[in-house]
């Protein structure tokens, strides 16, 4: 089962691709989606569902998973994400992918083991995991969000087919 990870952001959006059978986790890519930081941001705001849509046609993956947003002190840079956020998760149900949602610290927890771990950390465990994948801290994080979704996956399709 082929298992995408995304960690959304305007200007750079990581992706993970990884591949599931039963408890092995097998990398298979991984990549940063750079957005322009001028023009408006609809056009933008297209530039990332556009980047995201070629890498889930050209990875097949049958699922998604999204890193939840946190809430920033500047409440324009928060909005600005939560926009970003939506076209990541757009590009993937547009191509019929069921989306699933997880919190930063469940992230960080399911990988590194501690809730409040930095980039660093979670580079290092992803690359323990997924043995010899160097990632920057975006795709690492998309990586860490696919190896989340992995491990709860089961759980998130209960409380998706109880709602």
């Known amino acids: 089962m082929r298992l995408i990870g995304l960690d959304p952001g305007l200007r750079l959006t990581g992706w993970g691709v990884i591949d599931v059978d039963g408890n092995r986790l097998r990398h298979v890519a991984h990549g940063i989606v750079r957005v322009a930081a001028t023009g408006s941001l609809a056009d933008r705001l297209r530039q990332l569902f556009d980047g995201v849509a070629a890498i ?9 998973a999204v890193e939840e947003t946190f ?6 840079s928060t909005l600005k994400l939560g926009q970003a956020r939506g076209v990541v998760m757009l ?3 547009r191509a019929g992918l069921p989306v699933f949602e997880y919190a930063a610290n469940l992230v960080k927890k399911s990988v590194t083991g501690v809730g409040h771990a930095d980039k ?3 580079a290092m465990m992803v690359g323990r995991l997924l043995p010899g994948v160097v990632a920057e801290s975006d795709a690492a994080d998309a990586l860490a969000v696919a ?11 209960r409380v998706e087919a109880a709602l």
């Open 56 to 64: 889930v046609e050209a990875q097949r993956p049958i699922e998604a």
């Open 71 to 76: 809430v920033n002190i500047n409440p324009g």
């Open 91 to 93: 590009a993937p149900a």
């Open 120 to 122: 660093r950390q979670i």
């Open 147 to 157: 190896i989340c979704h992995a491990h709860h996956r089961a759980t998130a399709k």
